[in-house]
């Protein structure tokens, strides 16, 4: 009874041991998320270290890839994709969530031998979940070193019949012929009104009597093309409304002293921009006024005017993609002031005159919605 009584805990042990090493050896996993238009679309890996499987940033980039149009209004407002691997096989499912109130929810599931097949057929799925118009001959390809040499096998996954939603089209991928890239093709593009805000520093010439710093601000609003996932600001227009609080500038008079205050409103057109992705140009016109706010100090009489002098400009902006919402603003701009300004201070005389033309320049940090 001892001796058995031993080896039926040696037995009870060892299996302790065999499934904790299961254990650890299933729980490698990891998540990435990536946003298709209004749809999210997430996926998940269960596999064990070394596995061949694409990892989840390579599968979303498939699914990105193959679709040739934007995702459909009708279609899902989240899709779940999981796949999962272990000793009996591997084992892969996409979950819809609906846009309907009670939140439909549909599955499919589907089985290979070979992980990277099966990441391929879910990729198929979804993309043809997404767009019901997707041609069903159409096959995806998931790049990576990784998975080129499990990629040789000529298996084809098999599908179970666990369908919880019709509505999820399955894949056709053909026995004996080895994925294909599909042909890239751009999805329809429309315009889309995008819009943000402004804020930065600025620098101009010729106000007051020195050089005149300030504080730039502003709102933005124009359109874009939009393929429906992210928006192209080539080829935009955008208006914007900004002000600069100049800062304030002393002038020595010996008796006493002349300080300036200012404002600058404005308002800009800019009729398109040309460049990349990442850097865009544009021409910019712009109508504002500058207000003055003048006073004599330390004199026997001191005085205060105000001025408003308006102004046209041309000037050039460009953007820098820094983010997905976030860009740098650099512009440089002349302005033609419309009226002659001086300043006067009896018996002193003219204490200043405004330049017939300011140069100036701003850098701002910009955001860039929706």
């Known amino acids: 009874m001892r001796i058995g009584g031993r080896d039926s805990r040696a037995r009870y042990g060892l299996g302790i041991v065999v ?95 070979s992980c990277v097949h099966l990441a391929e057929a879910l990729v198929l799925i979804v993309v043809q979940t997404l767009d019901p118009l997707a041609d069903e001959s159409t096959s995806a ?65 010729g106000i007051f009597p020195s050089l005149t710093p300030g504080a730039y601000f502003g709102l933005w609003l124009g359109t874009a093309r939009s393929n429906g996932v992210e928006a192209d600001l080539r080829g935009s227009q955008r208006l914007e409304a900004s002000t600069t609080i100049l ?38 016109l712009s109508l504002g006024a500058l207000w003055v706010d003048a006073s004599a100090r330390d004199f026997a009489q001191n005085t205060g005017t105000l001025s408003v002098v308006p102004y046209v400009g041309l000037g050039a902006m460009v953007r820098v993609h820094l983010t997905d919402t976030i860009g740098l603003r650099l512009a440089v701009d002349a302005s033609a002031f419309l009226r002659r300004a001086e300043w006067v201070l009896r018996p002193v005389g003219v204490v200043h005159e405004l330049a017939p033309v300011s140069f100036g320049g701003t850098v701002a940090v910009e955001s860039l919605r929706p």
Do not use: W, Y
Request: net charge neutral; hydrophobic share 30%; aromatic share 4%.
């Open 141 to 205: 390809t998931i790049d990576g070193d990784d998975t080129d040499a499990e990629r040789g096998s000529t298996e084809t996954p098999a599908a179970d019949d666990d369908r919880k939603s019709p509505a999820t089209p399955s894949p056709s991928p053909r026995s004996g012929r080895r994925a294909r890239h599909p042909q890239a093709q751009p999805l329809p593009s429309s315009r889309r009104v995008v819009f943000g805000a402004m804020a930065g520093a600025s620098v101009a010439t």
């Open 19 to 113: 499934f904790l090493a299961s254990f650890t050896e299933a729980s490698a996993s990891a998540q990435e998320t990536t946003h298709l238009g209004d749809v999210t679309v997430s996926a998940t890996l269960h596999a064990p270290e070394g596995s061949s499987c694409p990892s989840e940033k390579k599968l979303l980039d498939a699914i990105r890839r193959s679709l040739s149009h934007a995702p459909s209004d009708e279609g899902p407002a989240s899709v779940e994709v999981v796949i999962a691997v272990d000793a009996k096989g591997n084992v892969g499912s996409v979950r819809t969530i609906g846009r309907d109130a009670d939140k439909t929810i549909g599955k499919r599931t589907t089985r290979a031998k």
């Open 247 to 284: 800062f304030p500038s002393t002038l020595d008079l010996g008796e006493g002293s002349f300080q300036f205050r200012g404002v600058r409103p404005q308002l800009s057109g800019c009729p398109t921009s040309f460049g990349t992705n990442a850097t865009q140009a544009s021409p910019c």
